[in-house]
C-alpha cells in the first residue's frame, strides 16, 4: 500500500511569487490536511479537505488556499509569497474516523 | 484556549527506559496521537489513544487518562536510532485537525 506522496520535496522562490504544492493521500483516504512547520511555531493547522469540501479551516492569512479533487488528491496554494512562508509544509491523510493520521514527507519551501 | 504541553528536552541512556509525557487542554476531544519526527524527516505515526489506559506496541507504549487531560509516551530498550523529537497531537471536535504540542527532544546518549 503506497503512502502518502508530496510533490515537489524542496522549492526555491522569490517573495511575491505564488506557488502550488501537490499531496496524494493513502489510498481509500478521503481526508487530507495540511500543516506547516516552522522551528519557532512548530507544527501548526492549515486546513483540512474531505470529499473535495473544506471541513476546516486553521489561523492562516487567506494568501494560503488549497483545494481536493475527486481522486482525493488535494493541492495547496500560497500567493504573494512572504519570508516568513519558509517552512516545511506537511500533509496528513486520515481515514473517515480519523483514528489513524499519516503524514507526507513533505515539501520544504525557501523564499528568498 | 487550547494547550498541549510536554517537555522540551530529556536526555537518556542507551538501553534504558524513558517516558515523556504530555498535558493537554482543548476544546473537545476525539484522541490523542505519539509521532516521532527525525531531523529533516516527516512525522512518523506511532500511536493513537481515545479510551483510558495503556496501549503496548512493541517497545512503545502510550497510556492515556482523559479526566486528568494527560497522556504519556513510554519507550523501553533505548536505542541510539530513537534520538528524535516526539509529538503530542490531539483531536478535538473539528474533524482532521490536529492540535500539536512543541514536541520533545530526546537525545538517546551511549
Known amino acids: 500500500k503506497a503512502g502518502v506522496t508530496q510533490t515537489p520535496r524542496y522549492l526555491i522562490k522569490t517573495r511575491g511569487q505564488q506557488v502550488t504544492l501537490s499531496c496524494s493521500p493513502i489510498s481509500g483516504h478521503r481526508s487530507v490536511s495540511w500543516y506547516q512547520q516552522t522551528p519557532g511555531q512548530g507544527l501548526q493547522f492549515l486546513f483540512e479537505y474531505f470529499s473535495e469540501t473544506q471541513r476546516n479551516k486553521g489561523n492562516f492569512p487567506g494568501r494560503f488556499s488549497g483545494r481536493q479533487f475527486s481522486n482525493s488528491r488535494s493541492e495547496m496554494n500560497v500567493s504573494t509569497l512572504e519570508l516568513g512562508d519558509s517552512a516545511l509544509y506537511l500533509c496528513?491523510?486520515?481515514?473517515?474516523?480519523?483514528?489513524?493520521?499519516?503524514f507526507g514527507q513533505g515539501t520544504r519551501l525557501t523564499v528568498v | 484556549g487550547q494547550n498541549i504541553d510536554q517537555p522540551t528536552e530529556m536526555t537518556a541512556t542507551e538501553g534504558a527506559i524513558v517516558q515523556i509525557n504530555c498535558t493537554y487542554q482543548?476544546?473537545?476531544?476525539?484522541?490523542l496521537f505519539w509521532y516521532q519526527q527525525h531531523a529533516g524527516e516527516a512525522p512518523t505515526f506511532l500511536s493513537y489513544?481515545?479510551?483510558?489506559g495503556l496501549e503496548e506496541k512493541g517497545r512503545f507504549s502510550s497510556f492515556l487518562s482523559r479526566s486528568k487531560g494527560y497522556s504519556y509516551l513510554l519507550l523501553k530498550e533505548l536505542q541510539m536510532k530513537d534520538s528524535a523529537s516526539y509529538l503530542c497531537a490531539v483531536s478535538g471536535n473539528q474533524g482532521g485537525k490536529l492540535i500539536f504540542g512543541q514536541g520533545t527532544e530526546l537525545s538517546v546518549k551511549p
Open positions: 496528513a491523510s486520515s481515514t473517515e474516523g480519523y483514528t489513524e493520521a499519516f
Open positions: 482543548t476544546s473537545g476531544f476525539n484522541g
Open positions: 489513544n481515545v479510551l483510558d
